[in-house]
């Protein structure tokens, strides 16, 4: 695909199967784009009726087109479109862009995949269904049914949302922002995003990727194809559905706890890309991104005329990682000759509101100038001594004079004299703002850009894992028609794959367990064996710290009576006894296959309360040490395993040879859909983990549990 897309966005001549005469159909609508747009290829109106249309011959059919057509749009009823799009495949068209909508999206499934198949197998790609279009600046070709006078530019747009995607369009315009490519998606019945970023990665007009998705197709490609983009250049999307009620609770904490918009926010972070919330705001950091030099360091200083405005700032660079240059010695020698002497040379740099143009060009002046100020947040409030024309003159200048090596951004607020600087200087290109919050953020996305993770190495897999013996387990649970591993299963697998189970056996009877607690050792747990319980101390099925004999009899008879209470139907097929591990602290690992991603692990803070406090991160596996720990880096609850109240540190690299494993054998065994390990008991540096309860689920749980 990444070979011939640019046919896609750069062909030389395109085909309108269903162009019309009546400028009120958008097959009228969108040859008049085309034309108008200046695109310098041929444009082959279809139309069974023949004649003209906007003055160009048209033909019956694509078959008696006498060239070769590198891309045709489908501007036909739904009944018919799939006709043509066979013509076309038969014809060698090599894509084909559905506009018409009628299919998935309403139902009409069986008939968008018959579509898409019989084009795949004549080597024909499909763009759509139910799109609007696509835009390529590249050889000015407007074949969209949205607004026709689009600026060239060098901000790409994806979107799944035509209505919004046409909105987005005449937004830009409104916005002075420049695109390189808008392209709609619609259905993503064959070509999604990651087709599409083949071609952008390397289309030098492109300086910064818009995304808006509402569903994820083919995730695993996604990821890899984002994690090729983001380092060349700056990635935003907009994920619409937040709420958990599309995602997909398997029978574990690891499922319930991967919310679909959890997981894609994490994956996103995993890949450098950045998550905005609104059109707007996505527009906003689109074009900063695209156009404004990448920060030489760290040191950002504020400018203002205003203290109040300056600690609004300041307040908005903590949120949005947004460092402030704090080196009073530094600021006091840059600062002292610009800033009035009645102004502080602090951070926020106050020329107070007696502050002229004058003062803020030598502020400014000198900001630039230090090798130690890295990027500039220049601020100011009307007031009388701030004339509109001269600082409008001098702000612009600034900008130009920052625009090779130093990101700046501005705010300035007030009535009418403000408004008219900021709406003059805004399509000049500059990047001044209304509000101080979103001048700081579009700074502040800048710099979470430079602060992606760096580039994957090589996926680190375990190659101490046992797989054979791993696969043997599972066969076996298969054989069984089980959902899930028992308790004897889950301990071989866990050693399989390299994580430490504490001692334990299955008891069979009362007397076996007393044997196997002497043979282990008090303190010992005892726990329900049953292919129908799968979360034990829901139903009384655990029983911890038993010191001795006694006590372990009394406890082997409660949870059998309060199992057979709980779950009546449930065959136990025995206890299991285990060593009562030392404390440590506790931490969850697991391993689920998302519907969007594939292979994810997650990590966080483990335990009883895990579904409660939902301290835990995700990550798209495959991936490296580095990443697994800055995803247990993510977690709130990370500084315990550094060592809190005179503690140790914790053995934060075992946690993540945990990651690492659980992610391996979850990814090389397809019937698995759950692992987790919850707790797994973190002790001090050196000393390891122990996988206290371990619970893994397949794919098809057929006659699993209740849980």
Do not use: W
Request: proline share 5%.
């Amino acid at each position: 695909m990444a070979e011939d897309i640019r046919r896609l966005f750069e062909p030389r001549a395109v085909a309108i199967v269903g162009a019309s005469r009546n400028p009120a159909k958008i097959g009228h609508k969108l040859v008049d784009n085309i034309l108008a747009s200046g695109y310098k290829g041929s444009v082959y109106p279809v139309n069974p009726s023949g004649g003209t249309v906007l003055d160009l011959p048209a033909v019956p059919s694509i078959d008696a087109i006498d060239d070769d057509v590198d891309l045709a749009c489908i501007a036909i009823p739904a009944k018919f479109a799939g006709e043509a799009v066979r013509a076309c495949a038969d014809r060698g068209v090599p894509y084909v862009a559905v506009i018409t909508s009628g299919f998935a999206e309403v139902g009409a499934l069986a008939e968008e995949r018959e579509m898409v198949a019989y084009a795949a197998e004549r080597g024909t790609r499909i763009l759509g269904p139910n799109i609007f279009g696509i835009y390529s600046a590249a050889c000015s070709m407007n074949a969209t049914f949205g607004p026709r006078d689009i600026q060239a530019g060098n901000i790409a747009i994806i979107t799944q949302s035509g209505a919004l995607g046409i909105a987005m369009m005449g937004k830009t315009r409104a916005e002075n922002i420049g695109v390189s490519a808008v392209v709609s998606v619609g259905n993503k019945a064959d070509i999604a995003e990651a087709d599409l970023l083949s071609y952008l990665a390397d289309d030098p007009a492109t300086k910064a990727i818009l995304m808006y998705v509402e569903g994820i197709q083919d995730g695993e490609r996604l990821v890899r194809e984002l994690r090729e983009v983001t380092p060349r250049k700056p990635v935003l999307v907009i994920k619409s559905g937040r709420s958990r009620r599309g995602a997909l609770a398997a029978a574990s904490h690891t499922g319930s706890l991967a919310g679909a918009d959890e997981v894609f926010s994490d994956v996103m972070r995993q890949c450098g890309v950045l998550r905005v919330d609104t059109i707007a705001e996505a527009l906003n950091l689109s074009k900063f991104l695209a156009t404004s030099p990448r920060p030489r360091g760290s040191n950002a200083v504020i400018i203002t005329n205003g203290g109040g405005i300056g600690v609004m700032a300041a307040d908005a660079a903590e949120r949005f990682g947004v460092g402030l240059y704090d080196d009073l010695a530094t600021l006091n020698e840059t600062f002292s000759d610009a800033v009035p002497a009645f102004g502080s040379t602090r951070n926020p740099v106050d020329i107070t509101g007696q502050g002229t143009v004058d003062d803020y060009r030598r502020s400014l002046d000198a900001a630039l100038a230090s090798e130690d100020i890295h990027s500039v947040i220049c601020l100011g409030c009307e007031t009388a001594l701030l004339e509109p024309e001269p600082l409008t003159r001098t702000l612009e200048s600034v900008a130009q004079r920052a625009a090779s090596d130093t990101p700046v951004v501005m705010s300035f607020l007030g009535g009418a004299a403000m408004d008219v600087v900021v709406e003059e200087l805004r399509p000049r290109g500059v990047p001044i703002y209304g509000d101080v919050y979103e001048a700081v953020s579009a700074l502040g996305a800048l710099y979470a850009y430079e602060r992606r993770p760096a580039t994957m190495t090589a996926p680190e897999t375990p190659a101490d894992i046992d797989g054979a013996a791993i696969r043997e387990v599972v066969d076996s649970a298969r054989a069984e028609e089980r959902g899930f591993l028992l308790a004897h299963e889950t301990r071989a697998l866990a050693i399989a794959a390299g994580i430490r189970p504490p001692a334990s056996a299955v008891a069979s009877s009362m007397q076996d367990a007393v044997r196997h607690a002497e043979a282990i050792g008090y303190p010992v747990v005892l726990k329900v064996v049953s292919r129908h319980i799968l979360h034990k101390s829901d139903v009384g099925g655990i029983a911890l710290d038993l010191e001795d004999r006694g006590e372990l009899i009394a406890a082997y008879e409660a949870i059998l009576h309060r199992c057979r209470q709980a779950v009546p139907h449930a065959v136990i097929d025995g206890i299991e006894v285990s060593e009562m591990v030392r404390s440590g602290t506790e931490t969850i690992v697991g391993a689920r296959r998302d519907p969007s991603f594939g292979p994810v692990v997650m990590c966080g803070l483990g335990g009883v309360y895990v579904e409660v406090m939902k301290d835990v991160a995700f990550r798209a596996y495959p991936l490296d040490r580095a990443e697994a720990l800055t995803m247990i880096k993510e977690v709130r609850s990370y500084p315990l395993l550094l060592g809190v109240r005179g503690e140790s540190r914790k053995d934060v690299e075992a946690v993540v040879d945990a990651v690492l494993r659980v992610g391996a054998v979850l990814a090389a065994n397809p019937d698995i859909s759950d692992i987790e390990i919850n707790p797994l008991v973190v002790y001090d540096e050196g000393e390891g983990t122990r996988a206290v309860d371990v619970r893994v689920i397949l794919d098809d749980p057929g006659s699993g549990g209740d849980a």
